[in-house]
Structures are given as structure tokens and as C-alpha cells.
């Protein structure tokens, strides 16, 4: 009876350690999930703001373009 009741109660406290070990590694996760989150919206972030400065620099281009074209038609008109 005594043995059976110590080898109940060695039962319990693996048990229960198992527990607190799958409660940790399920705030582990929970963690890790975060940072992923996080990562992701910081990663979000960036591309939109890539796509936005190559729609910015794509502008630039074209309006240097058009404005060396308009150099080039006055200096062609003032030459003739």
C-alpha cells in the first residue's frame, strides 16, 4: 500500500511537471508567433514603401526625361 501510494504520488509530480513543461512550451510558441507577427507587419511595411519610392523614382525619371527633351527643343529652336 505504501508503495503503491509513493509510486501514485511519483506519477503525480511527473505529471505535473509535464504540464508545466507543455505550459512553456506553448508560451514559447505563443512568443515566437509574436515576433513572426511582428516581422511580417515590419516586412509589410517595407515593401509598401519600396513600391511607393519606385513609383516615386519611375516619376522622377519621366519628368527628367521630359524636361531634357524640352531642353533639347529649345536649344534646337534657338540654333535655327
Partial sequence: SKQ???STEII???I???RAKM???VASV???TD???EITLLSNTIAAAVTEQSAV???ISKSAAEGAE???DITGRIQD
Fill in 4 to 6: 503503491t501510494s509513493e
Fill in 12 to 14: 503525480r509530480e511527473q
Fill in 16 to 18: 505535473e511537471n509535464m
Fill in 23 to 25: 505550459a512553456e512550451a
Fill in 30 to 32: 505563443e512568443m515566437i
Fill in 35 to 37: 515576433v513572426i507577427n
Fill in 57 to 59: 523614382t519611375s516619376d
Fill in 70 to 72: 524640352k531642353v533639347s
